[in-house]
């Protein structure tokens, strides 16, 4: 399992354009990494547009959001198209990130992502874990402990 101030597992998966993105992609900004079950659901939706709805305001704080699902790259530019969302989504449709941060569950041969979410600080380490997020609500939880976690470091630049 793991925990605050752990270095977040690396990833190399797929965006919806069949880019390669790595975690180290990422250096130097904060990094909100959303898990989500399933692309063109109504929870998963609403998270996503809420996400969308906030992207200048995560933007004004350095901080760049990803979505992860065992969708793959086709489902996720569909997707993304459809809701206008101005951050990357990732394909893992093996599971293998979404196991690494905890976040995969299995029913059978069926492979979805738990709805968890993680926040990762500037040199890379685990600063906010979510294991239980209301899709409505999440985006604005996000921005409020993104600016409380970002506090130090300012006074520290």
């Avoid at 190399?12 to 069949?18: G, S």
């Avoid at 993105?21 to 109504?42: H, R, S």
């Avoid at 459809?82 to 976040?103: C, H, I, K, N």
Wanted: with cysteine; charged share 20%; hydrophobic share 35%.
């Amino acid at each position: 399992m793991l925990e605050i101030n752990q270095t977040a597992p690396n990833f190399a998966l797929y965006d919806a354009h069949e880019n390669l993105q790595q975690l180290t992609d990422f250096q130097n900004y904060w990094l909100v990494i959303y898990f989500y079950p399933k692309d063109n659901t109504p929870g998963c939706t609403k998270e996503a547009c809420a996400l969308r709805d906030d992207n200048e305001e995560f933007s004004k704080l350095n901080t760049k959001v990803i979505g992860i699902s065992t969708n793959n790259s086709e489902s996720h530019l569909s997707f993304s198209e459809q809701q206008s969302l101005p951050f990357t989504l990732l394909a893992d449709p093996e599971g293998t990130v979404s196991a690494a941060y905890g976040s995969l569950f299995k029913l059978g041969p069926i492979k979805f992502c738990k709805r968890h979410s993680f926040i990762i600080d500037p040199a890379g380490k685990i600063a906010k874990i979510y294991r239980s997020v209301s899709p409505s609500l999440h985006s604005q939880e996000l921005l409020q402990d993104l600016q409380s976690l970002q506090q130090p470091y300012s006074k520290n630049e």
